[in-house]
């Protein structure tokens, strides 16, 4: 579960208008090789919820709310007295928000720079949060919830069909250099992540993106 303490411990990170989308990017593929590293599992990703068709909490999920508990990191080895206890719950619409509609998602596929789409598609994604509401509104937890990891993959998605039509340029990329292209806690930069095999994999087999 220390995967879900991330967002808190590098806020500093993924919250600069640069790094949102590359860092959760990353957050998702890593996600995913814990997963395929279980026995039976080699071939699990993360699906996506399409708030845009689907404007309602999937079926499947909506009675799935676990109880989690997230291990203090001040306290180590971390003790069962230790341990934080996270009911997931939602308030879907009563928290103000909004599911974005396809002429959104079709309004920010076209934007040229990538400054001003990633500012576009995050503020998309912070509605989201808050519509769902509960768990999904406070960065301490939202990650707890399943359907954290499914609007995510969305947002990415969306990321990768606009980096599909948006070759990379001067324009198309984060302004990034030096120290700050790496996507930390992790080694890997944001230049590896974006040209990497295994971003590829995710990109054109997952999300069928040819």
């Known amino acids: 579960m220390l995967l879900v303490l991330l967002p808190l411990s590098y806020n500093h990170s993924f919250r600069t208008t640069q790094k949102f ?12 090789q814990v997963i395929r590293a279980i026995p ?14 689907d404007q309602s909490i999937p079926n499947w ?14 306290t180590i080895p ?19 928000g909004f599911l974005p509609t396809k002429n959104d998602i079709s309004y920010c596929l076209e934007i ?8 576009e598609l995050e503020g998309l994604h912070n ?6 509401g509960g768990t999904m509104t406070d960065i301490m937890t939202s990650s707890v919830d399943p359907l954290f990891w499914m609007h995510h993959a969305n947002v990415d998605r969306i990321y990768a069909l606009w980096q599909k039509n948006h070759p990379d340029s001067p324009d198309t990329i984060p302004d990034l250099s030096g120290a700050a292209q790496v996507i930390d ?6 230049t590896v992540i974006r040209h990497s095999t295994w971003a590829e994999y995710i990109l054109f087999l997952i999300y069928n993106i040819d």
């Open 61 to 74: 999920l909506e009675n799935f709310k676990p109880h989690v508990d997230i291990p203090d990191v001040e």
């Open 78 to 96: 971390p003790q069962p007295s230790s341990y934080n206890h996270i009911d997931v719950y939602r308030t879907p619409g009563q928290q103000g």
């Open 21 to 32: 989308l590359p860092w959760h990017r990353l957050y998702l593929m890593v996600l995913e």
């Open 127 to 132: 509605g989201v949060h808050a519509w769902v």
């Open 40 to 53: 039976n599992y080699s071939n699990f990703f993360i699906p996506y919820w399409d708030w845009t068709t």
């Open 112 to 119: 040229p720079k990538y400054r001003d789409f990633t500012l």
């Open 185 to 190: 806690p992790w080694l890997g930069t944001e």
